[in-house]
């Protein structure tokens, strides 16, 4: 049971749209999710071949439509193109175009933003004898251009936020956007994460990292939870970008409007990482937000399906678990990473695991690791989930989404 003042502070997500690897369109994305095929591809970069996550061709299509529709779009790095087509798809399945009245925010956070756009002008600015630019890189490069140029698509009327946290970003923005809600400075929010790092110098910095996949020939080079008799890292990069529609709700408009899934509620932990890219061995750190997310539900159900952050590295799995096996003790829900499927997108990484939270949640469904892993599923209504996001610096990031059902 729920107390009726929580329910008439409800947090609703009534659209969500996503560019990936899996696609753009959620019927499509969905049925993806049922093979166990990857979409990950090897591509070269620095004349070395590596794994990737790349949009497929559907999704690509849709921002050279973008781009033919409005030419200006052009000069814009595909963060922020995917960051426009995410933004659209959620707004138009919320139905924001028919109302009016309400103050719409932006907050479309990313951990590199305009990484492409900026390496290719610097390249071009260390190769030029006088050292010259061009005038509009400083606009086109900065962080703020992607939730700014979103607002402009979309011809929205409230704040407009960049957030970066690293591999939190998707989540923490979302966090964001609920407490603007709730101060009642906005009525309504796109939120999301958006993430272009497929160049050359960002997979050289992974590279330096030691933990990028070295599996060319394996049929599934991004293995999180991968059970082999020596450890080996599988982290690989991928692209793309999720929004989410969010807005107020009380019980009654939430039976009117059926929206995509209820946000319960929202953990979020920093530690004092051990190393500049570590996290504790014991997952302190997710186990702090976890428990957060956990103490703040509205309702009593228990949890059924984790999305996990595991990206493929030994130490990040491993500390992920502990985590899980330190909250749940006995009482394990179902466990999943979408990584192995698209790659690490970074800030949009928690927003793509809460798409398919949401598709998760909308047919009763719970994905499966294709190869051996120590999770162990049971077969399971997925009725509420949990998606994690831990980032470089010491962040971490939960939240618990629910089928509106539970709440009527």
């Known amino acids: ?50 794994p990737v996550g790349v949009l497929n061709r559907q999704a690509e299509n849709q921002l050279i439509n973008l781009i033919l529709e ?28 028919a109302t009016t009245g309400k103050i719409t925010g932006v907050n479309l956070g990313s951990s590199r933003g305009s990484t492409f756009l900026f390496e290719q002008l ?17 606009p086109l490069t900065t962080l703020g251009y992607v939730s700014n140029q979103v607002a402009a698509h979309l011809n929205l009327n409230g704040p407009v936020i960049n957030t970066s946290v ?25 939120a999301g994460g958006t993430e ?14 030691g933990i990028y996949s070295k599996l060319l020939d394996y049929k599934y080079p991004c293995a999180p939870l991968y059970v082999s008799d020596k450890g080996v890292n599988t982290f690989i990069l991928g692209e793309g970008a999720a929004a ?35 996290i504790s061995e014991d997952g302190s750190l997710i186990t702090a937000s976890m428990k957060m997310a956990l103490e703040n539900m509205v309702t009593d159900n228990n949890i059924d399906l984790v999305l996990l952050h595991c ?15 330190s909250v749940f003790k006995n009482d394990m829900p179902n466990l999943f990473s979408n990584k192995w499927k698209i790659g690490h997108t970074y800030s949009a990484a928690p927003a793509l695991s809460l798409e398919l939270g949401l598709i998760c949640l909308q047919n009763n469904f719970s994905p499966e690791f294709p190869y051996k892993t120590l999770v162990k599923n049971k077969k399971r209504n997925i009725r509420k989930i949990m998606v994690n996001a831990t980032g470089f610096g010491g962040n971490a990031t939960s939240i618990i989404v629910s089928h509106p059902d539970i709440i009527c």
């Open 70 to 97: 409005n030419p200006k779009y052009q000069k814009f790095d595909r963060t922020i193109l995917m960051a426009m087509k995410a933004a659209s798809l959620a707004y138009d399945e919320a139905g924001w175009k």
């Open 311 to 325: 990206p493929g590295t030994i130490k990040g799995d491993e500390a992920e678990m502990n985590a899980i096996r």
């Open 196 to 209: 272009a790092p497929l160049t050359r110098f960002t997979i050289a910095q992974v590279e330096a990292l």
């Open 244 to 278: 989410f529609a969010i807005e107020k709700m009380n019980i009654t408009e939430l039976k009117d409007h059926n929206p995509l899934g209820i946000i319960e509620s929202v953990g979020f932990s920093f530690e004092r990482p051990p190393t500049l890219t570590g």
């Open 122 to 138: 610097h390249e071009e600015f260390l190769n030029n004898r006088e050292k010259k630019t061009l005038i509009n890189t400083s």
């Open 166 to 190: 690293t591999c939190s970003t998707g989540i923490q923005a979302i966090c964001n956007a609920i407490a603007w809600i709730k101060s009642g400075f906005a009525g309504r929010f796109i």
């Open 1 to 50: 049971m729920i107390s009726y003042n929580k329910k008439n502070e409800l947090i609703a997500i009534t659209g969500c749209g996503s560019v990936s690897p899996l696609g753009y369109d959620r019927a499509d994305i969905y049925s993806k999710y049922l093979t166990d095929e990857t979409c990950i591809v090897n591509k070269t970069f620095n004349n070395n071949i590596y």
